[in-house]
């Protein structure tokens, strides 16, 4: 079976076992926490190891994650590793937030910034994207020097870029198409 299916299947069955037991909002928290443990490169080594016997991946799961999220959530990740799909987990969580989102009428939205950004202005960009797009919205931030000023964001597959970098870089290039002309 491909990685896809997998990733979907487990997915779907998660988000569905969710809404059944009414905790959607927390395993979808849980998810995010879970998603972001999985790009550790020692989790994900970890998880990898076909020598590492289920039982020491369980227990590792289990100092990582309980008290911090649902049961449920423990279970399920459980349930990954008793069917030897836990090398999928970065995938199925990534799919579970997607179809979290798309199930509840989220945007995800990256924003890259300079520098860091108030919660204030976080709040205001948040808001006016919900209203010219009718949806709630998830807003993530990044830092990144490289932008110089100005801001990048990505809402899902598209992208408005309006940093400081862009601007220079589409002035070097007007540069050196003039004087490749002349």
């Known amino acids: 079976m491909n990685t896809s299916k997998i990733s979907v299947r487990y997915a779907k069955a998660l988000l569905n076992l969710a809404i059944e037991e009414q905790k959607q909002e927390r395993i979808n928290d849980d998810i995010k926490l879970v998603f972001d443990a999985s790009l550790i490169p020692e989790l994900d080594s970890m998880l990898e190891n076909p020598v590492i016997l289920p039982t020491q991946k369980k ?21 990954l590793i008793s069917n030897k799909r836990e090398s999928h987990l970065k995938n199925i969580s990534r799919t579970f937030l997607s179809l979290y989102r798309k199930k509840y009428g989220i ?9 860091k950004i108030n919660k204030k202005t976080e709040t205001e960009i948040s808001e006016i994207i919900s209203n010219n797009f009718k949806v709630k919205v998830e807003l993530e931030t990044e830092i990144d020097k490289e932008v110089i000023g100005g801001f990048i964001m990505k809402i899902e597959d598209k992208q408005y870029d309006a940093s400081i970098s862009s601007k220079l870089n589409k002035v070097r290039r007007e540069l050196l198409d003039a004087s490749l002309e002349s």
């Open 107 to 115: 945007k995800a939205v990256n924003l890259t910034t300079a520098s």
């Open 59 to 79: 227990a590792v799961i289990n100092s990582l994650f309980s008290g911090k999220v649902d049961v449920l959530t423990v279970k399920f990740i459980e349930i």
